[in-house]
């Protein structure tokens, strides 16, 4: 099984920036996928980007150009860059990772975008 550690959470102005990182921990040999989902007070959880082990990105069209997805593969990290952030931008953030053995969720990282 694979564990997953969040970090970067926080509380940050309209058009500000910040940086979410998970670090993976356990059975990261058989890691397909890694990426990120938020879920906001009264909307469903939604996918924001994923980044394959083969490094293709795919985003969704709301962060599109202003989001971006990176990962380190000697250290088992996935990075979510979040610029020009906006008020719908707000939502629990959630790290994923795919394996061929099944799915892994972090804990969950609170994203708040308010004056």
């Known amino acids: 099984q694979v564990q997953l550690v969040e970090s970067g959470g926080g509380l940050v102005q309209p058009g500000g920036s910040l940086r979410l990182n998970c670090a993976a921990s356990?059975?990261?040999?058989?890691?397909?996928?890694m990426g990120w989902y938020r879920q906001a007070p009264g909307k469903q959880r939604e996918l924001v980007a994923t980044?394959?082990?083969?490094?293709?990105?795919n985003y969704a069209d709301a962060v599109k150009g202003r989001f971006t997805i990176s990962r380190d593969i000697a250290k088992n990290t996935v990075d979510l860059q979040m610029n020009s952030l906006k008020p719908d931008d707000t939502a629990v953030y959630y790290c994923?990772?795919?394996?061929?053995?099944?799915?892994?969720w972090g804990q969950g990282t609170q994203v708040t975008v308010s004056s």
């Open positions: 994923n990772v795919v394996t061929r053995l099944g799915n892994s």
């Open positions: 980044i394959t082990s083969g490094g293709w990105t």
């Open positions: 356990g059975s990261v040999f058989t890691i397909l996928v």
